[in-house]
């Protein structure tokens, strides 16, 4: 069966919402916990509502599928739902109800009650002449004066998850989710999924079957449900090979499914991206280019302990790197060392950067500042995977501090900076240099 959808599952749809007491925190909505307890019991409650537009008039709204959690005795979730054609109960202008001019509402692209409620007030205000308060405090009154309105058409529902929808017909769709919870519990909820037209299995059965006063409907629509979201999954399942899409718990699966090592201690960006170039890393893999990469990749999502203050310590631009990764973005030393390269740097270089290698090592990286140790240990590991099992390594970290054969080499890890002269900002000695001038004079005839 094909169905249309509105689905609230991020924090940026939450914003559409609009209500009181409610929180948005990580991806759900929940007690915000800013007001008196308003019930003799000692709980308190908060309440979100949001317009669901179908788009087209007389639409017959099929189901409202909510996930929510309740961790705690006395907590609650209550559900209701209003359909109609028209997008206010009010009859006043949207601009009266509001207190807006129209002018600041089409800046703000705002042409229903709902989308004014879920606006932030200082959004409006850097629109308007008004203040973030009197806007908060408009947007209270338009919210009790559209709940009054409709307060006598909402219809409940009997249950809170999967929500078979009846008699809700018109082209916009007023469900209102009421949390009710204590001082130190919540209930949650994670999504919410409105769908359209409706549609039942129904119409598949003989016409003896149709009038059952909606009792063999509801039985049906159980396994509608289940089918429906088989569907839906089949659908969305290329998200779970794209790893700049697929959900964080299932990036191990993909990362093992490619074949790739993602160890854990990783930041999820960097493993989302480390995925995503593993078709350009594998010919690399094993090789001083295959290493750079690797090493640029995980220094490029991790913060160093003091930012340098130069691109002295970045790969060579010479050096080709893949897998996407800008260089201006890592922000720490990084330089491979074989043990052949020492032949070609000179004399003057060779015993500072002999001293790190041993009779058994033949690469020796740079990297570094480390802020944690943690990430000096997963450069460690980098450098074990990354390079065949008969080359033997060392890491040597590299601090803020930069010393001209110590841990600088000229045209690798260092560059000299282009000398100028700026009326005003040029230093003697520094970036301006006197040199002794030969001055011809010539006879005065």
């Not at 989308?115 to 408009?138: G, H, Q, V």
């Not at 209270?140 to 009054?148: F, H, I, N, W």
């Not at 480390?370 to 997963?378: G, N, P, T």
Request: charged residues 25%; aromatic residues 6%.
């Amino acid at each position: 069966m094909e169905f249309s959808q509105r689905t609230t599952l991020t924090d940026a749809d939450w914003q559409q919402w609009a209500g009181r007491n409610i929180a948005i925190r990580d991806g759900g909505i929940e007690l915000a916990y800013k007001s008196e307890p308003d019930r003799s019991d000692g709980a308190t409650t908060g309440v979100a509502y949001r317009q669901f537009d179908a788009e087209r008039t007389a639409v017959q709204w099929h189901r409202l599928v909510i996930d929510h959690q309740e961790p705690a005795a006395g907590t609650q979730l209550r559900v209701a739902y209003v359909a109609s054609d028209e997008p206010t109960p009010l009859e006043e202008s949207l601009a009266a109800i509001c207190g807006l001019s129209k002018s600041v509402l089409q800046a703000a692209e705002i042409e229903t009650i709902w989308e004014f409620l879920a606006r932030k007030p200082s959004e409006l205000a850097e629109l308007s002449d008004n203040s973030p308060e009197t806007i908060r405090k408009a947007q209270d009154r338009t919210l009790s004066k559209a709940v009054a309105a409709i307060d006598d058409q909402w219809q409940p529902a009997s249950t809170t998850e999967d929500i078979l929808l009846a008699a809700a017909k018109g082209r916009y769709l007023t469900v209102r989710v009421e949390l009710v919870g204590t001082q130190q519990a919540s209930p949650r909820v994670e999504s919410v999924r409105a769908s359209w037209p409706r549609q039942s299995y129904l119409q598949y059965l003989p016409e003896i079957y149709q009038d059952t006063d909606g009792v063999l409907e509801q039985f049906l629509a159980v396994f509608g449900t289940l089918f429906t979201d088989i569907e839906r999954e089949i659908q969305t399942v290329t998200e779970l090979i794209d790893p700049r899409a697929t959900p964080a718990e299932a990036l191990p699966w993909l990362a093992a499914w490619l074949g790739v090592e993602t160890p854990a201690e990783w930041p999820l960006p960097a493993i989302r991206t480390r995925l995503a170039a593993a078709p350009e890393h594998h010919p690399t893999r094993g090789t001083r280019d295959g290493l750079r990469n690797m090493l640029a990749l995980y220094l490029a999502h991790i913060e160093p302990a003091e930012p340098l203050d130069s691109a002295r310590l970045v790969p060579s631009e010479q050096t080709p790197v893949g897998m996407d990764v800008d260089l201006e973005e890592v922000s720490h030393g990084l330089w491979i060392l074989e043990n052949a390269d020492l032949e070609s740097i000179g004399p003057a270089a060779t015993d500072a950067y002999s001293r790190p290698f041993s009779e058994s090592e033949s690469v020796v990286v740079y990297a570094g500042p480390f802020e944690q140790q943690s990430h000096k240990r997963a450069v460690e590991k980098i450098i074990d995977r990354q390079t065949p099992a008969h080359i033997t390594h060392r890491l040597v970290e590299i601090g803020t501090e930069w010393r001209l054969g110590h841990n600088g080499f000229l045209g690798e890890t260092s560059r000299l900076a282009d000398r100028s002269f700026k009326l005003g900002g040029t230093r003697l000695g520094s970036t301006a240099h006197l040199q002794a001038t030969r001055v011809d004079a010539a006879a005065d005839d």
